[in-house]
């Protein structure tokens, strides 16, 4: 960190980008993600979120995830990460068909987008 008035730590501030996650950054970064997937912002061209990742026969959520995931942020997550998001869809497991992705998407494409792996990026 540095140290404002030289000021030795703890009285400094923290200069790692982490030190601002706080509740009210993560609430906001959520919002702006929300908005940008649902489309709220008049005059802002998006792809549709299925557009993403089309929907196919035999698609479970599992691989729905990890192909948007790739798509998103240009890497899968572990196994256990992506199963973290996909029970985000309440009822939905990661080995059941991706049919109902259109009723979830707007949730779980912020979360990946709000993820550690986009930051890797």
């Known amino acids: 960190g540095y140290a404002p008035q030289g000021w030795d730590p703890p009285l400094g501030t923290v200069?790692?980008?982490?030190?601002?996650?706080d509740a009210?950054?993560?609430?906001t970064?959520?919002?702006?993600?929300?908005?940008?997937?649902?489309d709220w912002w008049q005059g802002?061209?998006?792809?549709?979120?299925?557009?993403l990742v089309p929907l196919r026969?035999?698609?479970?959520?599992?691989?729905?995830?990890?192909?948007?995931?790739?798509?998103l942020v240009g890497q899968t997550m572990t196994p256990a990460r992506?199963?973290?998001?996909?029970a985000v869809a309440n009822g939905i497991g990661p080995t059941d068909p991706a049919v109902e992705a259109s009723s979830?998407?707007?949730?779980?494409?912020?979360l990946i987008l709000d993820s550690r792996y986009f930051r890797q990026r």
């Open 15 to 21: 200069a790692a980008p982490a030190a601002g996650d």
């Open 24 to 27: 009210g950054g993560v609430v």
């Open 29 to 38: 970064r959520w919002t702006m993600l929300r908005a940008l997937v649902n």
């Open 44 to 51: 802002l061209t998006v792809t549709p979120m299925l557009d």
């Open 57 to 71: 026969p035999g698609l479970t959520a599992g691989q729905w995830v990890d192909e948007l995931s790739l798509r």
């Open 82 to 86: 992506r199963d973290a998001i996909v």
């Open 104 to 110: 979830y998407a707007w949730t779980l494409i912020p």
